[in-house]
């Protein structure tokens, strides 16, 4: 063996002053995975750890909408009448609401890729339109059309993240 292996007596002393300094090395320093974070950190950017801040700073938009949404769900279930099924899609759009917007901020910042889920949201919501209003009633047309949506926003969306994220196509 050469020398690097072997320890030097005089540097610090006893094994327990090594041991001490080892210790404290350990607490001071940044785990390994972080360090490499910081490292490809691009400037003006959030580290891949930092979710992205909201707009409208502290405010929890997002909680707040899921928690009213879950009320109404509770309340159109113990509801009886007409209104009942109207009030539990209703709870059920205003807390889907506030998991798009949480998930439509972290992929707009590079935070995390949300491509699936965003293309179809923007499938449903045309077909729900198309479907309710003028368009074609037809499922064969409409199933044509949610599909080519989603196809085209799915890669509109894969290549606006991996500009956001620095080239990764998901995180």
């Known amino acids: 063996m050469g020398k690097r292996s072997r320890k030097r007596a005089g540097e610090?002393?006893?094994?327990?002053?090594?041991?001490?300094v080892?210790?404290?090395?350990?607490?001071?320093?940044?785990?390994?995975?972080?360090?490499r974070l910081a490292?490809?950190?691009?400037?003006?950017?959030?580290?891949?750890?930092?979710?992205?801040?909201a707009p409208w700073g502290g405010f929890p938009l997002s909680e707040?909408?899921?928690?009213?949404?879950?009320?109404?769900?509770?309340?159109g279930a113990l509801s009886d009448g007409d209104t009942r099924n109207e009030r539990i899609g209703g709870g059920l759009?205003?807390?889907?609401?506030?998991?798009?917007?949480?998930a439509v901020r972290e992929h707009l910042a590079g935070f995390r890729s949300h491509t699936t889920m965003l293309a179809g949201a923007a499938a449903f919501a045309?077909?729900?339109?198309?479907?309710?209003?003028?368009g074609p009633h037809t499922l064969g047309v409409l199933l044509i059309i949610g599909v080519l949506v989603f196809a085209?926003?799915?890669?509109?969306?894969?290549?606006?993240?991996?500009?956001?994220?620095?080239?990764?196509?998901?995180r």
């Open 12 to 20: 610090l002393g006893s094994r327990a002053e090594r041991d001490a």
């Open 39 to 53: 490292s490809r950190r691009v400037a003006g950017r959030p580290g891949a750890d930092e979710r992205p801040e």
């Open 126 to 134: 045309v077909v729900t339109v198309l479907a309710l209003g003028p």
């Open 64 to 75: 707040l909408l899921v928690a009213l949404g879950i009320g109404v769900i509770v309340w």
């Open 22 to 35: 080892r210790r404290e090395r350990r607490t001071e320093a940044v785990p390994l995975g972080k360090a």
């Open 93 to 102: 759009i205003i807390a889907a609401l506030g998991g798009l917007e949480l």
């Open 152 to 170: 085209t926003s799915f890669y509109g969306l894969r290549q606006l993240f991996r500009r956001r994220s620095g080239g990764l196509s998901f």
